[in-house]
């Protein structure tokens, strides 16, 4: 069951100052003026992977040794992806005298791994202790042994406040290799005041009433998932016949005219303006739009909504690793978690943030889709880890369906 739109439309404050979220670079890829569909196939072509990996020897490697917590810290994380005061970052080094130098280099995954894949491959950081790549990429690093095993022993508050839905995804079942940083979902946008009924599945997105303003997203795993799991498959266990007949549903709907094309985050000028009426689309992006544009809603497809994740991971080589791991931890205590949820407001996977932030702004530790309830969790899936011969068909054949 899923929950009210009531529920789901709680507004809440936008970013105050840099609009240009880490979700929407992750749309844009370092150049913005590349299209969308370039942008994806140059992500289709980062599947090719370095042979030498040591992905078969990584369940057995050995954790991370305890040490001394180190005088400095490398970590790299996406651009607006942290509260502007850095509060976690300066608390940690209060606490531990650790400099952390924190990098925003990452702007697109397979960008940041064509960067690193060298180095990792060499059993070299490149002096980085921390990166922070979303669920897929991370099954890539863990796939070719280029990240550390944890020490679960030195992780005491992230192996207790770590949010249940998030505690075993496909690729990394025991949370042996990654800790997520922050979560979102993928559903239904749309304007209310432009649709005959709350589009409560996937089937309203090819109703012949919005011919032409309808859009679906180029980031394959989200329309490939809430495609998949319309038609009754579930997408954290598909196989890649039941993938590929949701790229031919899908490819119908491009055929007849129904589908006006695919988006990376455009879609908040799209929406906005009136050019498309019922998309896929990102919870926060329904969020921050919607304070500006009261017609626009959110909601999780009856057939259920993708959830993805970007995780913290240790790369191999790592100088610091017993540091970062150590601060791992520390960001999974919740009054050091709350002011990063307060600036960033996706979903917050550390357990008691929510309270935390109840004292300082109810509002915000009241909306489901910073914090969802059970019944939004358990209709959401993590699109499942893909071989990469997998990857590299699926991703052919969904480049081809979006023109890219």
Request: proline residues 6%.
């Amino acid at each position: 069951m899923t929950p009210s739109n009531e529920d789901l439309e709680r507004e809440f404050e936008r970013l105050l100052r840099d609009p240009l979220t880490r979700r929407h670079i992750l749309k844009r890829g370092a150049a913005g003026v590349m299209s969308a569909s370039a942008l994806a196939y140059l992500a289709a072509c980062g599947t090719d992977e370095p042979s030498g990996g040591n992905g078969d020897k990584a369940q057995e490697e050995k954790p991370i040794a305890k040490g001394k917590i180190a005088s400095d810290l490398y970590f790299a994380n996406w651009p607006a992806y942290i509260d502007e005061k850095r509060e976690a970052l300066k608390s940690f080094e209060d606490k531990y005298g650790t400099k952390v130098k924190y990098v925003e280099e990452i702007n697109d995954n397979d960008q940041f791994f064509g960067k690193v894949r060298q180095q990792y491959a060499q059993g070299d950081s490149g002096g980085r202790d921390l990166h922070v790549v979303t669920d897929w990429m991370a099954a890539r690093m863990i796939r070719l042994g280029y990240v550390e095993k944890f020490d679960k022993s030195s992780m005491p508050n992230a192996n207790a406040n770590l949010i249940e839905r998030l505690k075993s995804p496909p690729f990394d079942p025991n949370r042996d290799f990654s800790m997520p940083w922050q979560s979102g979902m993928t559903g239904i946008i749309y304007r209310k005041d432009k649709v005959k009924r709350t589009p409560k599945s996937v089937d309203d997105l090819f109703d012949p009433a919005y011919k032409g303003k309808v859009t679906m997203l180029t980031e394959m795993r989200d329309t490939v998932g809430l495609v998949t799991a319309w038609q009754g498959g579930d997408p954290e266990k598909a196989s890649l016949d039941e993938y590929m007949k949701a790229i031919d549903k899908v490819q119908e709907g491009v055929d007849s005219g129904q589908i006006r094309g695919f988006t990376g985050n455009e879609y908040i000028k799209d929406i906005p303006k009136g050019d498309s009426w019922v998309i896929f689309g990102w919870s926060g992006d329904a969020v921050q739009l919607k304070p500006d544009n009261p017609d626009v809603e959110f909601i999780l497809p009856e057939s259920g909504g993708m959830l993805w994740t970007d995780n913290m991971q240790i790369p191999i080589g790592a100088p610091q690793a017993y540091t970062a791991e150590k601060f791992i931890d520390y960001i999974y205590r919740p009054e050091v978690q709350a002011p990063i949820e307060a600036y960033i407001n996706y979903i917050c996977p550390v357990n008691g943030t929510q309270e935390v932030l109840a004292k300082s702004d109810k509002s915000l530790a009241e909306n489901p889709l910073i914090f969802p309830d059970k019944a939004v969790f358990d209709n959401t899936y993590i699109f499942r880890d893909l071989k990469p011969e997998e990857e590299r068909e699926l991703n052919d054949a969904f480049q081809k369906l979006i023109g890219a």
